[in-house]
Structures are given as C-alpha cells and as structure tokens.
C-alpha cells in the first residue's frame, strides 16, 4: 500500500514522471488510482495530461465508425447488440456494398475525421471476404487522406498479410475484459483466440487497436491485468469503452461506473501506455456525464456520431466540446468550419443528442445508412 501521507504534489508528479520514463507504475499503485478515494481526482488527471500532452500535445484525433455489417452475428458476446443471444431490436443488414462505404469514407473525411473505421459483425472473415476488404481499403486509401482502420473479427496470418498488403493501417480486435473474467462474457470464442489475432495483426505489420469495456463485473485488478497486457502488446490504439445498457442483452447492467471511476480507468491506461492513441470510447456521454470534457485530460482520442449501434452525442457538440475546451481537432479543416458544416447536418438530419439521464438509444437505419 502507498503511504496516503505522501500523496501531495511530488506523488502526482513522480506518476508523470515515471510513467513518461518508460516505467510501468505497478499493479498495486494502478489498483489504488482506480480506486483509492485519497488519490484525488484533479492532480491524478493533471498527472495524466503532462503525459498525454508529452506524447499528443493538444491534440484530438476524431475517428467515425461505419457499421458495415451488422447484427446476425454467431457469437455471443453478451456485451453486444449483434450477438445472437441479444434480443434488442437493431437495424440488421448483411455488408453493405462497395459504392456505400466509398461515399460513407468521402463523408467521413468531408466530417473532418481523421481515421475511417469498418466494422463488420461475425466470428471472422473468409479469405474471399477478406480479399473484399482489402480491396476496398486500397479503394479508400487511394482516394481519400484518411488512415483506415478496419474490425472484422478474428485473423489469421494469411488474412492479416492480405490486409496489409493492401495498405490497411490498423486492425481493431477488442480484448475487452481479462482472461480470467472473459468466459464470463463469451462462450463462442477465448480470450485467447482474441489475443492471437493481436499477434497475427502485429506480426504482419499493421498497427493494432485494441480496448476494454469496463463495468461488466470484473474487479479493478481486470482492468489493470488488460492495461499490462496492452502495454506488452504494445498496442498503438487503445478504445476505453464503458458498458452501455441495452435492454435485450445478456449484460444489461453496468457495474461501479461513476463518471469518476471511468476517468480513474483512463488516466490509469494512460500512465500504463503513455504513448499509445486513448480513445475515450462508448458509454463517453452516458457514463461520464457532466465530466465528460474532462475525459480529454487523459485521453487523446474520441468517436463521433455513436457508436456501432448507440447514438452519441450530436457531432456539432463534441467539436465544441473540444474547441471551448482549448484542445486542437486534428483534421485538414477548422474547428469553426467543423462545427458549423456540424450544426448544418444536424439541423438536416433531426440529429438528437442523446439523454445521457435515460434508457440508451438505438441509431435508425438512417443513421447507420446516411448515404442510402
Ligand atoms: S463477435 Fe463482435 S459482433 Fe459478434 S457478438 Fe461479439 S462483439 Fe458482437
């Protein structure tokens, strides 16, 4: 145990200080800024920040997701909306076509995002659907100045070689929880399998981006086991997501998430991978709550416009959030312009913020499809 008496300035200061030297705090002192109340909130955060600003400045790199393919997935993550024992009523549709995510990717850059993210729900890619996806990432590469970012469940060698080739600069594959609570979560693959697909990915040269969800039952010690196992796998992207509740899935419950844990979790990825891109992910509205600016302190990353299923936050509120803020939105456009072309598309689209206070909301067909 840290001794309490010596938690004033130099303690969150050797925190920096270690952390930006290239040492890992230990598990014990990760479990106690997860949870110890004598830890206080404000200098953890500034900690974090003279990290996260020694690695990314100011920076905000804003990522959109296109839901690709979804629902009708044979897993059964209990997490998700997509698994096949999940009974909530999502827009399910097969991929989408070729034409449809090129003109989702030239709307996502013209949206000022930095990296275009594919995701398709299933287990894993055939290798015909895996030469599918490398084409259309080497279609996206060579028309838009995006990094593309692609999650299609697990890898092999062969399929991550393929993907590389094509000019793929990262993999998405969420660990999500530890290994030790991961059956607890997921019956149709391990832990594992997940893990190997990491290894698959980095052996091949693509970046890796992999994250956690927190609140799903898994003690505090979970969370740091993921941290360790991210910094060894030295994952460049990490999403930290915060279970959402959706009635109809197996894990309906989020557990112990207060918008202070959940800025506790980021600033304790933080000082464990100090250079690696943190991306406040799901749950960013709903479980932050009033404190959701502050997420930017320790994370350097976000999504805009929801998530695979979920809606977020409407777009012209989180580039404000971050420009009233003072942080800098990585993208060829201004602030200004992102968020009047923002309040544009809203004002279009009917885009409503999500009621942080009520039940989470599912996007339409609409909002997952916009280029239909
Ligand atoms: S494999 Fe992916 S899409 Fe399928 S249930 Fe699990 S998280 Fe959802």
Same mark, same amino acid.
């Given at each position: 145990?840290?001794?309490?008496?010596?938690?004033?300035?130099?303690?969150?200061?050797?925190?920096?200080?270690?952390?930006?030297?290239?040492?890992?705090?230990?598990?014990?002192?990760?479990?106690?800024?997860?949870?110890?109340?004598?830890?206080?909130?404000?200098?953890?955060?500034?900690?974090?920040?003279?990290?996260?600003?020694?690695?990314?400045?100011?920076?905000?790199?804003?990522?959109?997701?296109?839901?690709?393919?979804?629902?009708?997935c044979p897993e059964?993550?209990?997490?998700?909306?997509?698994?096949?024992? #999940?009974?909530?009523?999502?827009?399910?549709?097969?991929?989408? #076509?070729?034409?449809?995510?090129?003109?989702?990717?030239?709307?996502?850059? +013209?949206?000022?995002?930095?990296?275009?993210?594919?995701?398709?729900s299933g287990r894993g890619p !055939?290798?015909?659907?895996?030469?599918?996806?490398?084409?259309?990432?080497?279609?996206?590469?060579?028309?838009?100045?995006? +990094?593309?970012?692609? !999650?299609a469940g697990l890898?092999?060698?062969? *399929?991550?070689?393929?993907?590389?080739?094509?000019?793929?600069?990262?993999?998405?594959?969420?660990?999500?929880?530890?290994? +030790?609570?991961?059956?607890?979560?997921?019956?149709t693959h391990?832990?594992?399998d997940?893990?190997?697909?990491?290894?698959?990915?980095?052996?091949?040269?693509?970046?890796?981006? !992999?994250?956690?969800?927190?609140?799903?039952?898994?003690?505090? #010690?979970?969370?740091?086991?993921?941290?360790?196992?991210?910094?060894?796998?030295?994952?460049?992207?990490?999403?930290?997501?915060?279970?959402?509740?959706?009635?109809?899935?197996?894990?309906?419950?989020?557990?112990?998430?207060?918008?202070?844990?959940?800025?506790?979790?980021?600033?304790?990825?933080?000082?464990?991978?100090?250079?690696?891109?943190?991306?406040?992910?799901?749950?960013?509205?709903?479980?932050?709550?009033?404190?959701?600016?502050?997420?930017?302190?320790?994370?350097?990353?976000?999504?805009?416009?929801?998530?695979?299923?979920? *809606?977020?936050?409407? !777009?012209?509120?989180?580039?404000?959030?971050?420009?009233?803020?003072?942080?800098?939105?990585?993208?060829?456009?201004?602030?200004?312009?992102?968020?009047?072309?923002?309040?544009?598309?809203?004002?279009?689209?009917?885009?409503?913020?999500?009621?942080?206070?009520?039940?989470?909301?599912? *996007?339409?067909?609409?909002?997952?499809?916009?280029?239909?």
């Open positions: 145990m840290i001794d309490l008496l010596v938690m004033d300035s130099p303690f969150y200061d050797s925190l920096a200080a270690t952390s930006l030297g290239g040492i890992a705090p230990t598990s014990e002192l990760c479990e106690q800024i997860l949870t110890d109340p004598t830890i206080e909130l404000l200098p953890l955060l500034n900690a974090a920040f003279t990290v996260r600003k020694a690695h990314w400045g100011k920076t905000v790199q804003v990522h959109i997701l296109n839901n690709a393919a979804n629902g009708k059964d993550c209990s997490y998700c909306t997509q698994a096949k024992t #999940s009974e909530v009523d999502i827009e399910e549709y097969p991929m989408k #076509s070729a034409a449809e995510i090129l003109a989702e990717a030239k709307r996502a850059y +013209e949206n000022g995002a930095f990296r275009y993210c594919m995701v398709f !055939s290798k015909r659907r895996a030469d599918q996806l490398a084409a259309l990432v080497r279609q996206i590469k060579q028309t838009y100045p995006l +990094e593309v970012c692609v !999650s890898l092999d060698d062969d *399929k991550a070689k393929v993907l590389a080739e094509a000019g793929l600069d990262r993999l998405n594959h969420n660990l999500n929880t530890s290994e +030790e609570h991961y059956a607890e979560i997921c019956t391990t832990y594992r997940r893990l190997e697909t990491l290894k698959a990915a980095k052996r091949n040269g693509l970046e890796t981006c !992999s994250g956690l969800i927190a609140g799903m039952g898994e003690p505090a #010690s979970d969370l740091v086991e993921i941290a360790t196992t991210l910094r060894e796998l030295d994952a460049e992207s990490i999403p930290v997501n915060f279970l959402l509740p959706f009635e109809g899935n197996d894990l309906v419950e989020p557990q112990g998430l207060t918008p202070e844990y959940c800025l506790r979790v980021l600033c304790m990825f933080r000082f464990m991978n100090p250079a690696a891109e943190i991306r406040c992910s799901a749950g960013r509205e709903f479980h932050l709550r009033s404190l959701e600016v502050m997420s930017l302190y320790a994370a350097n990353s976000l999504f805009l416009q929801g998530y695979l299923n979920a *809606k977020g936050s409407a !777009s012209n509120r989180t580039y404000q959030m971050i420009s009233d803020a003072g942080f800098e939105i990585v993208s060829e456009f201004s602030a200004e312009s992102l968020v009047a072309k923002a309040e544009e598309e809203s004002a279009r689209a009917a885009e409503q913020p999500v009621d942080i206070g009520g039940a989470n909301a599912i *996007k339409s067909l609409e909002e997952l499809r916009p280029t239909q």
